[in-house]
């Protein structure tokens, strides 16, 4: 047995129209698999954090799809075989279906998602 993250294998975080994050926490991070469908935009979801953005730190590899981040410093895309530092102060936006691997603090995480449950109603 590894000790790496599988779909089938992992806890459900977070569920709603067009995402889905599977979670496996080792010691203090959380290693999230998400999935995405194309046109899912995070700004309605972080709305009420600091600046309507996320404030947690992602490292992360783009399985496949594409991603554009709204951070601080600007807009970027990431497309299948990126790998990513997203630093807190950014939202997210499929511009295609995306699979991604994603590695964060687990106290921060854990922050963030309780935010996204709360903006969904559950």
């Not at 790496?4 to 999230?32: F, K, N, Y």
């Amino acid at each position: 047995m590894s000790d790496g993250i599988t779909w089938e294998g992992s806890p459900t975080a977070l569920s709603g129209p067009g995402v889905e994050i599977r979670r496996v926490d080792h010691g203090d991070q959380a290693m999230c698999l998400l999935k995405l469908d194309k046109g899912v935009d995070t700004r309605p979801l972080f709305a009420g954090m600091q600046n309507d953005q996320c404030q947690c730190h992602h490292w992360g590899y783009i399985i496949s799809g594409t991603m554009l981040v709204r951070g601080l410093d600007g807009d970027r895309t990431y497309v299948a075989g990126d790998t990513y530092y997203w630093a807190p102060g950014h939202n997210l936006e499929a511009l295609e279906d995306a699979h991604y691997l994603e590695i964060s603090p687990s106290d921060q995480y854990d922050t963030l998602m309780a935010h996204c449950k709360k903006v969904m109603g559950g």
